[in-house]
């Protein structure tokens, strides 16, 4: 009798995150390779958030994928255990970017960075109108910080208010008014750099 043709192995990237994880647990390479490529994107948004951009960012988000390598969570034994992994690394991500801003160093870095910044861009912070992405990150570098990091997981992470409070610890109603007054604070910084008069503004007569 002719033996039945062996199935393919299949791609890292069309596996649940459960069994990726379950995977990397037992070593597979590949399979920690696609958990960075699913989250990676993700949680660089969530530490820009918090920090600004630059290297901060990203060598705090290297830490989160770090963590993961060495201390890998057990995988939830029903569900796929995308959301409590994603849980889980933007708790070390918020954690890490809370230890970050509590420095002082780092707190007068990243002052003398945006001064710098200031002084040399001078009048090049208008957006092309094509960029509308790049123009609303500009606006949410200006906002605070707690604005900031609720808006950019609405906005640019496309996450639900609840997954937000998941994600960052906050109450659903604390997460609702600061997207509200955030959202009007980004239209002020916008406006400007969209061209826009101040009729075109929420709010404005």
Request: glycine share 12%; with cysteine; net charge negative.
């Amino acid at each position: 009798m002719e033996a039945a043709p062996r199935r393919p192995s299949p791609n890292p990237s069309e596996l649940g995150t459960g069994d990726l994880l379950a995977r990397w647990r037992g070593g597979d390479l590949g399979a920690f390779e696609a958990l960075v490529e699913r989250f990676e994107g993700a949680l660089l948004r969530h530490a820009t958030a918090l920090l600004g951009r630059g290297a901060g960012a990203e060598d705090i988000v290297q830490e989160a994928f770090l963590r993961l390598a060495e201390v890998p969570p057990v995988p939830a034994p029903s569900g796929d255990g995308h959301g409590a992994l994603q849980a889980w690394l933007h708790r070390v991500v918020r954690n890490r970017c809370t230890d970050e801003m509590r420095s002082t160093h780092s707190r007068r870095e990243r002052e003398r960075r945006a001064a710098l910044d200031e002084s040399t861009e001078g009048g090049q912070r208008a957006v092309d109108q094509a960029d509308t992405q790049e123009a609303v990150r500009r606006g949410l570098e200006t906002l605070p910080v707690d604005q900031r990091e609720v808006l950019t997981l609405r906005l640019l992470g496309g996450h639900s208010y609840r997954e937000i409070a998941d994600l960052t610890g906050k109450k659903s109603g604390t997460i609702g008014w600061l997207v509200s007054v955030g959202l009007e604070a980004l239209s002020r910084e916008l406006a400007p750099l969209l061209g826009l008069g101040s009729a075109d503004l929420p709010g404005q007569a």
